[in-house]
T-cell receptor, first 116, second 115 residues
Framework: AQSVAQPEDQVNVAEGNPLTVKCTYS??????LFWYVQYPNRGLQFLLK??????LVKGSYGFEAEFNKSQTSFHLKKPSALVSDSALYFC??????????????FGSGTRLLVRP | DTGVSQDPRHKITKRGQNVTFRCDPISEHNRLYWYRQTLGQGPEFLTY????????KSRLLSDRFSAERPKGSFSTLEIQRTEQGDSAMYLC?????????????FGPGTRLLVL
């Protein structure tokens, strides 16, 4: 069965420094991977997705993610963090080989705290 | 605003009462999903519709839960005889039928508190 792991409950980084939020996945076939961000008392906002092609995917708000098939990872990155990036980040996977509903399987989330 | 909307945003109810939530998807999106998010967890799939047909239900969706999408537009999620364990954020998402590469767009959620 497909699954996603976000090994860090919280990531702390200083403003202006690069940030990485980690995600690993497990699927039976080729994965479709997504990152969403959630601000307090809000729904999820789509950041980016990996379908196929380049391993480095660029998304909204300066975020990018690197797909690594051998390590089954899809880490979210940003070269220079902003205080306003502080939020809850979710990695999700869709396994089209096992599931025709196209539902997303989410990780437990990582809280990003960017200090001024 | 042409995004996914949900109503109400917050609901407080007493145990045993029935509640109903509404989701209005992005116009012309024919897929609609319901997820539930409890504190400290990621969203978990509950059910999904393609047009008006409910095609899959999670084991999380007990007999007290029912969802509808009449005419393939808005959807409602009803919880009967609410329990304290139903307290959660209920999220709705919609997508157009692009296949497995589709992006789901989420609404702001309905936060339910059962006292």
């Amino acid at each position: 069965a497909q699954s996603v792991a976000q090994p860090e409950d919280q990531v702390n980084v200083a403003e202006g420094n690069p940030l990485t939020v980690k995600c690993t996945y497990s699927v039976s076939g080729n994965p479709y991977l997504f990152w969403y961000v959630q601000y307090p008392n809000r729904g999820l906002q789509f950041l980016l997705k990996y379908i196929t092609g380049d391993n480095l995917v660029k998304g909204s708000y300066g975020f990018e993610a690197e797909f690594n098939k051998s390590q089954t990872s899809f880490h979210l990155k940003k070269p220079s963090a902003l205080v306003s990036d502080s939020a809850l980040y979710f990695c999700a996977v869709r396994d089209i080989w096992e599931d025709s509903s196209y539902k997303l399987i989410f990780g437990s989330g990582t809280r990003l705290l960017v200090r001024p | 605003d042409t995004g996914v909307s949900q109503d109400p945003r917050h609901k407080i109810t007493k145990r045993g009462q029935n509640v109903t939530f509404r989701c209005d998807p992005i116009s012309e999106h024919n897929r609609l999903y319901w997820y539930r998010q409890t504190l400290g967890q990621g969203p978990e799939f509950l059910t999904y519709f393609q047009n008006e047909a409910q095609l899959e239900k999670s084991r999380l969706l007990s007999d007290r839960f029912s969802a509808e999408r009449p005419k393939g537009s808005f959807s409602t999620l009803e919880i009967q005889r609410t329990e304290q364990g139903d307290s959660a954020m209920y999220l709705c998402a919609s997508s157009s039928r692009q296949g497995p590469t589709e992006t789901q767009y989420f609404g702001p959620g309905t936060r339910l508190l059962v006292l």
